[in-house]
């Protein structure tokens, strides 16, 4: 589901990343397939720094199909960023990278918040972030970075993911398993 990124990647993706449908809402945008496999280049290196954290999403073929990054790493904390295709939209992608991805960084990676700003006309994000039962609304619990992301205009809300409610979470999911498989069993 993901894999570290690779500048081989690059064509696949940038021809997803253009689409439409993609391009406005991608944090790093690029004009040109050469662009694009810089920025890569750069994610890679910035990586190794410690300054963020990505990985190319990949269907069951192995396939690129998108990128899931935490960006701004900084007191165990980050800001989340993905994109997938758009022949890949409504297919269940997003919600098993963001696991793969949360699995990672929370158990890890020793991040404890995520932090998700979406834009507020991007329905299609806040639709998705609202299906996570582990994720809250923090425009009124973090004031400070709420300000911080809209300082030129309201164009933000503020989505948080802490690492004890993404725990809680999973805990809940494991005793549900557990209680159904019982039931099947009796």
């Not at 990128?67 to 022949?87: C, E, H, M, R, Y």
Request: hydrophobic share 40%; glycine share 4%; net charge negative.
């Amino acid at each position: 589901m993901l894999k570290r990124r690779d500048v081989a990647d690059s064509h696949a993706l940038f021809e997803l990343l253009v689409d439409p449908a993609v391009f406005p809402y991608v944090r790093h945008k690029a004009s040109s397939y050469d662009e694009f496999a810089f920025l890569t280049k750069q994610t890679i290196e910035a990586e190794e720094r410690g300054e963020l954290i990505s990985r190319t999403i990949v269907d069951e073929w192995g396939e690129p199909i998108g990128t899931i990054n935490l960006f701004d790493v900084a007191k165990q904390s980050g800001f989340l960023g993905t994109w997938i295709g758009k022949p890949y939209f409504g297919k269940g992608y997003n919600q098993l990278a963001k696991d793969a991805f949360f699995d990672e960084l929370f158990f890890q990676c020793e991040i404890q918040t995520v932090f998700m700003r979406i834009r507020k006309e991007n329905i299609r994000s806040h639709k998705a972030a609202a299906k996570l039962p582990y994720t809250t609304l923090a425009n009124e619990l973090r004031p400070d970075i709420y300000q911080q992301i809209n300082e030129q205009a309201d164009v933000y809300d503020l989505f948080q993911i802490e690492k004890d409610q993404y725990h809680l979470h999973l805990m809940r999911k494991d005793l549900q398993h557990t209680q159904s498989f019982e039931a099947k069993e009796a």
